[in-house]
C-alpha cells in the first residue's frame, strides 16, 4: 500500500467516526424535541427506530460536511515537488565511472501557497561522493552535515528553481550504489509532498 492510499485509508476512518460522534451528540440535544414533533404529527410515543432513523440521517449530514470541508482543506493545501535527474537525460537511477564527473538537476517549486509558508526542502548525498554546487545561492550547505544542502520553502513560493550538482564519486576500486533523497522537514501537516529521490551508483571498470 502506497502512502497516499493509507493516509487517504486513515482520513476516511477519522471523517467516519467523527460522523458518528457528532450524530451521537446531536441525537442526545435534540431528542426531546424530535420526541414533541413525533408526538404531535403521528400521536405516539417517541421510539427506538425514530432515535435510530434520526441518528442516520445526523451521521450522513454530518459525514458530507466533513468530506467536503477535508476535500476543501485538500484542495487548497500548498503542493512542495522535486525532482532530480541528470543533465540529458530523465533518468531514475545513475552509474558513475572513476573520475568522471556526471550533472544532477534538481528542480524543486511549491505551488498553492503563501510567503508564510514554513519548512526546509533537504537534499542528502551519500558519503562516497564529491560533490560542487552551481546555481542560486539560496540552497545553503549544513555544516554539520557538508553532504546535505537545503533551501527555505518560502524562498520557493510562486516560482521555481533549478540547482546543479557535479558529482565524481571518491571510490575507485569498489562497488557501491545508493539513493539521494529529498525531504521536506519542520512543515505543516497540510502540505503536500512530491518529493522524487534518484539512485546512483559507481561501478569500476576495469
Not at 540552497?139 to 557538508?146: D, L, R
Request: aromatic fraction near 10%.
Amino acid at each position: 500500500m502506497n502512502k497516499d492510499k493509507k493516509k487517504n485509508g486513515i482520513s476516511e476512518t477519522v471523517i467516519l467516526l467523527l460522523s458518528i460522534i457528532f450524530a451521537y451528540l446531536l441525537t442526545t440535544w435534540t431528542h426531546s424535541w424530535f420526541d414533541s414533533l413525533v408526538k404531535f404529527f403521528v400521536h405516539k410515543s417517541h421510539t427506538l427506530p425514530t432515535i435510530t432513523t434520526v441518528t442516520s440521517i445526523y451521521t450522513a449530514v454530518v459525514n458530507q460536511i466533513l468530506r467536503s470541508i477535508y476535500n476543501c482543506i485538500i484542495e487548497h493545501r500548498p503542493v512542495v515537488s522535486s525532482n532530480l535527474k541528470t543533465k540529458y537525460a530523465s533518468n531514475v537511477a545513475i552509474e558513475l565511472q572513476a573520475g568522471k564527473t556526471e550533472t544532477i538537476l534538481w528542480h524543486v517549486d511549491v505551488q498553492k501557497a503563501k510567503r508564510s509558508i514554513k519548512g526546509y526542502l533537504i537534499i542528502k548525498f551519500p558519503d562516497w561522493l564529491d560533490i560542487t554546487i552551481k546555481g542560486d545561492k539560496k540552497i545553503v550547505n549544513e555544516p554539520e552535515f557538508p553532504l546535505n544542502y537545503k533551501i527555505n520553502l518560502k524562498d520557493l513560493v510562486g516560482t521555481s528553481m533549478t540547482f546543479y550538482f557535479d558529482v565524481v564519486p571518491k571510490v575507485i576500486s569498489r562497488q557501491t550504489s545508493s539513493k539521494v533523497t529529498v525531504e521536506c522537514l519542520d512543515s505543516s501537516m497540510l502540505i503536500k509532498k512530491n518529493l522524487n529521490g534518484i539512485s546512483i551508483s559507481f561501478r569500476e571498470v576495469n
